[in-house]
DNA sequence: AGTAGGACCTGGTGGC
DNA sequence: TGCCACCAGGTCCTAC
């Protein structure tokens, strides 16, 4: 489920539904979920610390706390959060729970446990080695059509394998690659050094970055908030309520451009889908 | 510098 | 119904 607009979903209902709250307990109920720090000291850490801003950077979650600590979340594939008041039953996926000071609580939740829970010091986010590797913001203002042609530039590398590379550009995945490809007519299996040889196709995709990833966004918050379900992953098919996609997940069925029937292949391990007659 | 493949985990789906 | 193979939105590691 978590790429870029779903986790900035998340951020943006945590944001209203926790910001300002304390935290009067913690409970770890798996404790591989937390990282880098014992249990015993995450919880001690935490209680009584206010939550204030809730923001994102790349995919990560980040809580602010009062006194300088900031909680960092990583959905991985099948993280998030449910909300609830107390007496209500959890989840059985529920892997640490923040007891609030009024009563209500916050679940994070993870299917598989990949996803995970660090506590550090605010200051020292920035000077971490991961976050220092980690590339552009595509919706800000430092992501530009030039930016994208240094990246792509000399690389001989599937455009897609670069679009998915957090080091590059952060908050795409599988899913919102294959889309922006697509909006973009570009085809997946292209060397990003083509692309970036061609100014059309550049700009082309860096606008198909944007608006798959505004769109993706604008789709999540025409949403009404679950207070109750932020985040967690339950469909049948895979198509969030009301964003669907253009080609993913559509092996077989009409490209809505050209109608040519879309193709699944295996890059990486990973499935993308294109159209073969309208992504050269 | 690349890529392929496996690992981490669990659950859902479709075929037989 | 049971069993099995395969699939999944992320990331990291090792071996070529």
Not at 5 to 28: N, S
Not at 168 to 194: D, Q
Request: aromatic letters at 6%.
């Amino acid at each position: 489920m978590p790429e870029l607009p779903e986790v900035e979903a998340v951020v943006r209902a945590l944001d209203r539904t926790v910001g300002g709250k304390r935290i009067a307990r913690v409970r770890v109920l798996r404790p591989q979920t937390i990282q880098c720090i014992s249990v015993a000291r995450f919880c001690r850490l935490l209680r009584g610390r206010v939550i204030g801003r809730v923001r994102r950077r790349a995919k990560f979650i980040l809580m602010d706390l009062s006194g300088g600590w900031t909680v960092v979340v990583h959905l991985r594939m099948t993280g998030g959060f449910v909300y609830t008041e107390s007496p209500q039953p959890l989840p059985p996926t529920a892997r640490v729970l923040f007891l609030l000071d009024d009563g209500t609580r916050l679940a994070y939740t993870d299917i598989r446990n990949l996803g995970l829970i660090r506590l550090i010091p605010t200051e020292q986010l920035d000077q971490s080695e991961e976050w220092r590797r980690l590339g552009v913001e595509p919706l800000s203002r430092a992501f530009t059509v030039r930016r994208l042609e240094e990246m792509l530039r000399g690389s001989r590398r599937a455009i897609k394998a670069v679009l998915l590379d957090q080091t590059k550009v952060v908050g795409l995945g599988n899913i919102y690659a294959v889309e922006a490809l697509h909006r973009a007519k570009v085809s997946p299996m292209r060397r990003a050094e083509s692309v970036a040889r061609s100014q059309a196709r550049l700009v082309a995709l860096y606008e198909g970055i944007r608006e798959t990833l505004r769109e993706a966004i604008a789709a999540q918050s025409a949403e009404p908030l679950h207070l109750e379900f932020i985040g967690a992953k339950r469909t049948k098919h895979r198509s969030t309520a009301s964003y669907s996609f253009r080609v993913y997940g559509r092996q077989g069925e009409p490209c809505p451009v050209c109608g040519a029937p879309i193709r699944r292949v295996k890059q990486h391990g990973r499935s993308t889908y294109y159209c073969a007659r309208c992504q050269t």
